[in-house]
């Protein structure tokens, strides 16, 4: 059973930065996804088991940064220039049945229980 364990949420004003952490049960290909009030729930960023690559949404591109510590099995998303807009909960997830990342939220069998990140404007 995997088990991801989120922290690092948090209110923040626009223009503020916050670092998320997602504490995994082993390695794996990981991504973030978001889901705000009366909104579907969509792709922020990915990274693969090994770190090699990663993947943004268009939305967020040149302000976070997705990382990970694989000593740790550890993944970080640095939130940097925050916008009102992302206000969201910040879900992380993980992929057990493929090595490539993926943004279709479809893709990853596994899910922490969310961070709440709020940025004032």
């Known amino acids: 059973q995997v088990q991801l364990v989120e922290s690092g949420g948090g209110l923040v004003q626009a223009g503020g930065s916050l670092r998320l952490s997602c504490a995994a049960s082993g390695r794996y290909t990981m991504g973030w996804f978001r889901q705000a009030p009366g909104k579907e729930r969509e792709f922020v960023a990915a990274i693969t088991w090994s770190g090699g690559n990663t993947y943004y949404a268009d939305s967020v591109k040149g302000r976070f940064t997705i990382s990970r510590d694989n000593a740790k099995n550890t993944m970080y998303l640095q939130m940097n220039s925050l916008k009102p807009e992302d206000t969201a909960v910040y879900y992380c997830?993980?992929?057990?049945?493929?090595?490539?990342?993926?943004?279709?939220?479809?893709?990853?069998?596994?899910w922490g229980q969310g961070t709440q990140v709020t940025v004032s404007s």
């Open positions: 997830a993980a992929r057990v049945r493929g090595d490539s990342a993926t943004r279709w939220l479809g893709g990853y069998e596994y």
